[in-house]
């Protein structure tokens, strides 16, 4: 069993950044892949990015050169360091563990092991 805390969300002005962090406890491992997913009000749960244990990553198009995710595998912590924000990054975001690529195209997909409860992340205009 793993758990997952996010913390660092708010409101922010478009063109702003935020930082969210996510600490895991329980039965976790290093070299598990760990994401970030999002929804927006009235939309399905989508994938933001994933950092792997040696340090590679992926991102949706949608936040590509805009978010980076970094993680700190002593800590058990992964970041999500989010730049440039727009009104459309309005969302809630989650953290996950053991999360694997399940599409490429048409667009990047993810499934996800454990989950977060989620934070709030509000950019306004």
């Known amino acids: 069993q793993v758990q997952l805390v996010e913390s660092g969300g708010g409101l922010v002005q478009a063109g702003g950044s935020l930082r969210l962090s996510c600490a895991a406890s329980?039965?976790?491992?290093?070299?598990?892949?760990r994401g970030w997913f999002r929804q927006a009000p009235g939309k399905e749960r989508e994938f933001v990015g994933i950092?792997?244990?040696?340090?590679?990553?992926l991102y949706a198009d949608s936040v590509k050169g805009r978010f980076i995710i970094s993680r700190d595998n002593a800590k058990n912590t992964v970041y999500l360091q989010m730049n440039s924000l727009k009104p459309e990054d309005t969302a809630v975001y989650y953290c996950?563990?053991?999360?694997?690529?399940?599409?490429?195209?048409?667009?990047?997909?993810?499934?996800?092991?454990?989950w977060g409860q989620g934070t709030q992340v509000t950019v306004s205009s």
């Open positions: 996950a563990a053991k999360v694997a690529i399940s599409a490429l195209v048409p667009r990047v997909e993810a499934i996800a092991g454990s």
């Open positions: 950092g792997w244990s040696g340090g590679s990553t």
């Open positions: 329980g039965r976790t491992f290093s070299s598990d892949a």
